[in-house]
Structure formats: structure tokens, C-alpha cells
């Protein structure tokens, strides 16, 4: 028998939350706080993005986010610059410095979390590829749902 959908979806979100608690902890190497972490990371992969987006995309208040912003930019991680199309739009850019931190913080994920599988089998290795492979579709499942209630 199959186990029932929401007795694997409170596993899979207990599991998905303490996983990303242990991963979290080599962002503390960055010496960036996790607010500023989360706001780099959109402009990075989404953006660039104007202050608002960038406020919803973090489900902040815009004048949270321009604090952030700011903190980002005195560290030398985002940019503003004026919209090409509408000079009154300022679009938030990640800087060369702000992917390389980044990247690096990403690196260390990666690296923590591949020495941690190298203890597992190679079967545990190999139905975890496979239950990874099922968590990329299912997350793409639940965007596209949403997509279809917005």
C-alpha cells in the first residue's frame, strides 16, 4: 500500500526544512545576513529587478527592502541604474562581487551536502537521484498550478 499523499508531504517538508537549516550555516562564511542573502540571491538568478519586484519576490514591505538594498549596495553587492525604456523605473543589478560571493556561498552548499552523500551506498545515492529527479517534476507541477491561479 502506498503511503497517502499528506503523510509524505509532511515528511518531505520536515526533511526539506532541516536540510536547509544544516546547508544554511556555511552562508555564516559570507559574513552577509541571511536577509541580504535571500535579496543577492533573487537579483542574481531573477533579476534585474525593480525595488518592488524585488520587495514581493521576498514577501518584505518596500521600505524593508530598501534597507536591504542599501546595506547590499554599501557592500559593493547591487547596483542601481536607471531603466533603459523609462528613465523614472531604477532597476537593482547584481554586481561581479555580489555573484562571486554568491557562487562561492553555493559552492560550499554543494560541497557540504556531496561529502554527506559520499557516506551514503551507492543504492542510497541512487534512489536519492531518483527521488530528486521526482522533486524537480513535482516542483514544477506545483508553478505550473499556480501559474494557472494567478
Known amino acids: 500500500m502506498s ?23 556555511e552562508d555564516d562564511a559570507t559574513g552577509i545576513t541571511a536577509p541580504r542573502l535571500s535579496a543577492l540571491s533573487v537579483v542574481v538568478f531573477g533579476g534585474p529587478l525593480t525595488l ?8 518584505v514591505k518596500p521600505p524593508t527592502m530598501t534597507r536591504i538594498v542599501t546595506g547590499l549596495e554599501g557592500d ?3 547596483e542601481r541604474r536607471d531603466d533603459a525604456r523609462d528613465g523614472r523605473v531604477t532597476q537593482i543589478h547584481a554586481t561581479a562581487k555580489g555573484r562571486r560571493i554568491l ?3 553555493r559552492a560550499r552548499r554543494v560541497e557540504t551536502l556531496a561529502a554527506a552523500l559520499r557516506a551514503l551506498s551507492g543504492r542510497d545515492r541512487t534512489s536519492l537521484a531518483s527521488g530528486v529527479r521526482v522533486l524537480k517534476e513535482l516542483v514544477g507541477a506545483m508553478r505550473s498550478s499556480a501559474s494557472r491561479i494567478d
Open 3 to 25: 503511503p497517502r499523499p499528506e503523510e509524505i508531504a509532511d515528511q518531505l517538508h520536515s526533511a526539506a526544512i532541516a536540510l536547509l537549516r544544516q546547508l544554511r550555516r
Open 52 to 59: 518592488g519586484q524585488l520587495a514581493s519576490a521576498e514577501q
Open 76 to 78: 559593493g553587492l547591487v
Open 103 to 105: 557562487a562561492a556561498g
